[in-house]
């Protein structure tokens, strides 16, 4: 694409430099320095273009900064650009989409004025938790998915009767989609929340299906790993083989790589939306789809 700058954000240059080698943009590289305050200085280096800029920036911890730096980066693009794209490959605040309890806060809310006002035209995610969160946004908004690049990942490798697992019923459609892409079938598990004690507690009605056989846990995100660390506890104590987790956003916080590894998860394969050790699939052919 002539006529079109990837503008790189701090949290996502692996990304942008792959994307921009997808879609032959020119790459404006961005510097960060951020003072003892936490106040973020940002210096961009490389021409914008007249036309077209595309900012990638993913909103992952520390978010408010990420964030800030994403509307920093696409009012910039805007002094120049008749028209910026923000691709926020990891959209942080996206479970915030209603009010839960009176008096909530919906920051999705915020975050579609926020980036109109910044100056995009458009917005693009990669697995937004929940599409819900886009029904705020007056600009374009549009959801691509990892699950074809995950699935491609996982079908290279060596697996024993694999079945697509879900760790809960909220997750059913995604991993319905996952076992449809890769030709294989699903289960979703109950999970049941102790409104005393707290205590989780998982239920599943065909649970003699999975004895024997290796497992791929899909899920969006993982942010302390609790989900998959209890659903794979369950799951072992069902007798089954080995138990893969496949996640587009692996925030993976504090110790939680430790904690999934030690329930038992043999391996943890996360996109590229938030870098990091588990994140070896590479998402930029997708975005680079929904851009052209
Ligand atoms: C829940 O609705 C999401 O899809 C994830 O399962 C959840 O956010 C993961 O969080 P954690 O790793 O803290 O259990």
């Known amino acids: 694409m002539s006529n079109v700058s990837v503008i790189s954000g701090k949290s996502s240059e692996e990304l942008a430099r792959k994307l921009s080698k997808k879609i ?11 003072f ?9 280096s490389g021409k914008i273009s007249k036309k077209k800029s595309i900012v990638v920036q993913s909103i992952y ?7 800030l730096q994403a509307l920093s980066l696409i009012s910039k693009a805007r002094e120049t650009s008749s028209q ?13 989409d209603r009010e839960f309890l009176s008096g909530e806060i919906v920051t999705m809310k915020v975050l579609a004025k926020l980036f109109k006002g910044a100056g995009a035209s458009k917005i693009i995610a990669v ?51 996952f076992a449809k892409e890769f030709g294989l079938e ?10 005393k004690n707290g205590k989780v507690q998982i239920k599943t009605k065909n649970a003699d299906e999975v004895i024997g056989r290796d497992l791929i846990l899909v899920d969006d995100m993982i942010s302390t790993g ?22 587009t956003h692996a925030l993976l916080m504090n110790d939680a790589e430790k ?27 997708t975005i680079a789809k929904a851009i052209v």
């Open 36 to 44: 003892p305050d936490g106040e973020s200085k940002i210096t961009l």
């Open 61 to 67: 911890p520390p978010v408010d900064t990420n964030l």
């Open 127 to 177: 697995d937004i938790h929940s599409t819900i969160g886009f029904k705020y946004f007056t600009i374009k908004s549009q959801n691509v998915t990892a699950i074809p690049n995950l699935v491609k990942y996982f079908k290279k490798l060596s697996l024993k009767n694999p079945l697509i697992v879900s760790p809960d019923q909220g997750g059913k459609e995604r991993a319905k989609e």
């Open 259 to 285: 904690k999934i590894r030690k329930s038992g998860v043999t391996k943890i394969v996360s996109a590229n939306t938030i870098p990091g050790k588990t994140s070896v699939v590479d998402v930029s052919d």
């Open 24 to 34: 032959k943009a020119n790459l404006v590289k961005s510097s960060v320095r951020v």
């Open 186 to 195: 699903y289960i979703a598990l109950h999970k049941k929340r102790d409104k």
């Open 226 to 247: 609790g989900s998959i660390i209890n659903a794979t506890q369950f799951l072992k104590k069902q007798k089954c083989r080995r138990v893969y987790v496949a996640c």
């Open 84 to 96: 910026v794209i923000a691709v926020i490959p990891y959209l942080g605040y996206a479970r915030q």
